[in-house]
């Protein structure tokens, strides 16, 4: 089932012109099977970089400290990363700043981050996951 919207969708196809002017990156929109939203070539040699999740978020970048992924989303898109030699990059958009992030499993398995999240204003019972908590001095932080 796709969970994003229309709105969600435009708003994904704007910020991929930004991300790409940012990292030197051509990307590509993967079909929704890959759980990654895109996959990262490099502008100039035409190599793949990234598999990349992004996120957009209706807050500024600080207002938590950590920012979740879905768990399913981190096992899967670091092995198809792992299985084409990339990084597995993860990328929130906050109103003020773009943030990216190779997340790590050394920063990710501690108790204290890992919990489980409805979304219920998606009026959804099975819209529960296991969610990682990834501190936000992880990400490179770029001003909007």
């Not at 991929?16 to 002017?21: F, G, H, L, P, S």
Request: proline share 3%.
């Amino acid at each position: 089932m796709l969970r994003e919207s229309p709105e969600d969708r435009r708003t994904q196809i704007l910020a991929m012109e930004r991300i790409e002017a940012i990292k030197g990156w051509r990307l590509v929109t993967l079909h929704r099977r890959y759980y990654a939203d895109w996959c990262a070539f490099n502008a100039e040699s035409g190599e793949v970089e990234a598999f990349v999740e992004y996120k957009r978020r209706n807050c500024k970048h600080d207002d938590f400290e950590t920012v979740f992924l879905d768990v399913n989303k981190y096992v899967h898109c670091t092995s198809l990363a792992d299985s084409f030699g990339a990084a597995f990059i993860y990328i929130n958009e906050w109103d003020d700043a773009f943030g990216f992030c190779e997340p790590k499993t050394r920063d990710l398995l501690r108790p204290d981050h890992l919990s489980s999240r409805r979304c219920s204003y998606r009026d959804d019972p099975d819209d529960e996951y296991l969610m990682i908590h990834i501190p936000l001095s992880r990400f490179e932080l770029i001003q909007k």
